[in-house]
């Protein structure tokens, strides 16, 4: 028996993944077990190293730091959607004098590290007399690198599309921002949702960068923390690094709700059943078109 994609395994086969599978589980395990042994050998479970996050005040300025980052996190993912939108639409202009700036611009801006336009933002204006600070420096850095990425995952999706439902919205009569609007731009976003959530967690974790600038977010009050009576070096990182993981699970976990309520809107069924009647139009026209008979001379 066969699938479609690979054959299905025999009882060898299935045997051998099993046994694959403990023995990795029983890797990770012993890896896992290993460092939590020199955690403890080390005392890096005493009361002396987790001393500092007894006090009131350490919390509130890890919450402050929290505050910093989502700031940034906010402003930088919305400036870059919108931002990717635009890129994405010039990428995929029919005009030259569009379509090649744009792409000079987004392979630029891609090809440049997000650390070092924070460092030319923040210490390069200074020298031509523009001072930044460190909060407007990390969000336009993100929001320009994160927003190329996003530009090239959405026009992947928009050319991913068959052919034919553009050209069957220009049979209909639409003009070329309709059928971008309401025929490419839906199914694309769809398409490349799980990129775009995965591109707005690398937005997230990137906000760490601008401790570099002397941002106040958490990377940098960790820092200061690793520094504190004790030096609770990796104490600072396991909670700072958990806040991380919480807040790209909830970001996860939002993109995912709305996946499932863009899934089951009837406002997004209607547009399947509208793309379907424009395909289905677009094909009626087509086959009319090949099947009228030419003009005599």
Known sequence: MTSVLYDVPGPKAILRNRVLAVVTVIVVLAIIGFFIYRLYVTGQFSAEKWYVFTFSNVWMNIFEALGNTLAAFALAAVLSLVLGFILAIGRV????????????????????????????????????????????????????????VLAEALRAGIESLPRGQKEAGYAIGLRKSGVMRLILLPQAIRAMLPVIVAQLVVTMKDTALGFIITYPE????????????????????????????????????????????????????????????????????????????????
């Open 93 to 148: 202009s029919d005009h030259a004098w569009v379509r090649v700036p744009v792409t000079v611009v987004t392979e630029f801006f891609r090809a440049v590290p997000v650390l070092v336009f924070m460092m030319l933002l923040y210490f390069g204006l200074p020298v031509l007399g523009i001072k930044m600070e460190p909060y407007w420096a990390v969000v336009i850095a993100l929001m320009v690198y994160n927003g190329s």
């Open 218 to 297: 958490l990377l940098y009050y960790a820092k200061l923390l690793s520094g504190q009576q004790g030096r609770p070096i990796l104490q600072s990182a396991l909670v700072i690094g958990g806040i991380y993981i919480v807040m790209c699970l909830i970001l996860a976990g939002i993109a995912k709700w709305v996946e499932v309520k863009t899934r089951h809107s009837p406002k997004m069924k209607a547009l399947a059943a509208d793309n379907a009647a424009v395909m289905h139009d677009g094909t009626n026209t087509e086959l009319i078109a090949a099947q009228k008979p030419p003009k005599a001379d």
